[in-house]
């Protein structure tokens, strides 16, 4: 898998070669397992310490080491049209993406939250029919029977997790948290589809970290907003939810969110997003194993149906990106007689 992935970046980057495919192999492991881990992380954090407050601070403080990291390896200064596209992202991304799990966190497990934001290719594929503006040029977005297909499936399996217990059985989730999940995936695909097509600092380290302190300083201030710091009891801070605050500022931004940054501007956005389908498994395994969290028939069938489906839209976006570049690199010969016929 991790070779058509290269193929699809090999014109982007740092170029075809050997250490460009295992930075991305590197990159893809990154986004895959450490997201995975970080919606346990984030209940856990949720416990004893104000939600909202904490993470927009894990995202404050990785995003100034970024910037300053960046900052002092010689990167420009960035511009005012990329610091407004990089305060636009973050708040897309981590205050409306990352907000909705922190909110939905207190009523739903973590593998469920995980299993709901997975929906984000069927929101990218949405985004790219119905917005021109996001989409690359030479992009093939029309819509196909697996187009059609997989998002039936996807839906289907939100669908199945949202029912009333009454309807198929008890295991049913917060329908408010399902709804602010959707809204959530949403604006983190829209998000990362403007990220490619606006303009965004040449360095990395400076596009994730002025991303992490626009968007944590939206969630700082919405949760000061809200009140959390008037209900918050520093005795009663437990080590667990101070270790997960710690996890999720080392691993889940300065190294997962920086390596899906450089991944969404080098590959492919719907293959980028087949992290969506790696998560809840991952999220799922440790919420069973590290919290008790029930895996029932409901979430397995919904598993399946929700899983099935990105990797039935990606596989799509596969072929017909790979359609792209082969029309791409036909003689010009061969494409005027192609055109003559079809005339």
Same mark, same amino acid.
């Given at each position: 898998?991790?070779?058509?992935?290269?193929?699809?970046?090999?014109?982007?980057?740092?170029?075809?070669?050997?250490?460009?495919?295992?930075?991305?192999?590197?990159?893809?492991?990154?986004?895959?397992?450490?997201?995975? &881990?970080?919606?346990?992380?984030? *209940?856990?954090?949720?416990?004893?310490?104000?939600?909202?407050?904490? $993470?927009?601070?894990?995202?404050?403080?990785?995003? @100034? %080491?970024?910037?300053?990291?960046?900052?002092? *390896?010689?990167?420009?200064?960035?511009?005012?049209?990329?610091?407004?596209?990089? &305060?636009?992202?973050? %708040?897309?991304?981590?205050?409306?993406?990352?907000?909705?799990? $922190?909110?939905?966190?207190?009523?739903?497990?973590?593998?469920?939250?995980?299993?709901?934001?997975?929906?984000?290719?069927?929101?990218?594929?949405?985004?790219?029919?119905?917005?021109?503006?996001?989409?690359?040029?030479?992009? /093939? $977005?029309?819509?196909?029977? *697996?187009?059609?297909?997989?998002?039936?499936?996807?839906?289907?399996?939100?669908?199945?997790?949202?029912?009333?217990?009454? %309807?198929?059985?008890?295991?049913? @989730?917060?329908?408010?948290?399902?709804?602010?999940?959707?809204?959530?995936?949403? &604006?983190?695909?829209?998000? !990362?589809?403007?990220?490619?097509?606006?303009?965004?600092?040449?360095?990395?380290?400076?596009?994730?970290?002025?991303?992490?302190?626009?968007?944590?300083?939206?969630?700082?201030?919405?949760? +000061?907003?809200?009140? =959390?710091?008037?209900?918050? /009891?520093?005795?009663?801070?437990?080590?667990? !939810?101070?270790?997960?605050?710690?996890?999720?500022?080392?691993?889940?931004?300065? +190294?997962?969110? !920086?390596?899906?940054?450089?991944?969404?501007?080098?590959?492919?956005?719907?293959?980028?997003?087949?992290?969506?389908?790696?998560?809840?498994?991952?999220?799922?395994?440790?919420?069973?194993?590290?919290?008790?969290?029930? $895996?029932?028939?409901?979430?397995?069938?919904?598993?399946?149906?929700?899983?099935?489906?990105?990797?039935?839209?990606?596989? /799509?976006?596969?072929?017909?990106?790979?359609?792209? *570049?082969? =029309?791409?690199?036909?003689?010009?010969?061969?494409?005027?007689?192609?055109?003559?016929?079809?005339?």
């Amino acid at each position: 898998m991790f070779r058509r992935i290269f193929a699809e970046s090999r014109g982007a980057g740092d170029g075809p070669g050997t250490s460009h495919l295992l930075k991305l192999i590197a990159a893809f492991a990154a986004v895959y397992v450490i997201w995975g &881990s970080t919606y346990l992380a984030i *209940r856990w954090l949720i416990d004893t310490l104000p939600g909202f407050v904490m $993470v927009g601070l894990r995202f404050f403080v990785a995003g @100034v %080491v970024l910037v300053a990291w960046a900052a002092l *390896r010689g990167a420009p200064r960035p511009t005012w049209p990329q610091l407004r596209t990089a &305060s636009i992202t973050g %708040v897309l991304l981590l205050f409306l993406g990352t907000g909705a799990v $922190v909110w939905a966190a207190a009523h739903m497990d973590s593998g469920l939250l995980a299993l709901l934001v997975a929906m984000e290719p069927l929101w990218l594929t949405l985004l790219l029919w119905s917005v021109p503006q996001l989409r690359k040029p030479g992009t /093939d $977005v029309r819509p196909t029977g *697996r187009t059609f297909a997989a998002l039936g499936l996807g839906f289907a399996g939100a669908t199945i997790l949202a029912a009333p217990g009454d %309807v198929l059985g008890p295991g049913s @989730v917060y329908l408010p948290g399902v709804l602010a999940l959707a809204i959530g995936s949403l &604006s983190w695909a829209a998000g !990362s589809l403007y990220s490619r097509t606006s303009p965004l600092p040449e360095s990395t380290s400076m596009t994730s970290g002025l991303q992490m302190v626009a968007g944590g300083t939206a969630l700082l201030l919405f949760g +000061v907003g809200r009140g =959390e710091m008037a209900t918050f /009891d520093p005795s009663a801070v437990s080590m667990t !939810s101070f270790l997960a605050f710690v996890y999720l500022i080392t691993f889940g931004s300065l +190294v997962a969110f !920086s390596a899906y940054s450089w991944l969404i501007r080098t590959t492919d956005p719907t293959l980028v997003s087949t992290h969506t389908y790696v998560n809840p498994m991952v999220a799922i395994f440790l919420g069973w194993w590290l919290a008790n969290e029930t $895996v029932g028939p409901r979430t397995l069938l919904a598993a399946a149906l929700i899983v099935g489906s990105v990797v039935l839209m990606t596989a /799509d976006s596969a072929r017909r990106s790979k359609k792209v *570049r082969d =029309e791409d690199t036909t003689p010009p010969a061969v494409l005027s007689c192609e055109a003559k016929s079809a005339a």
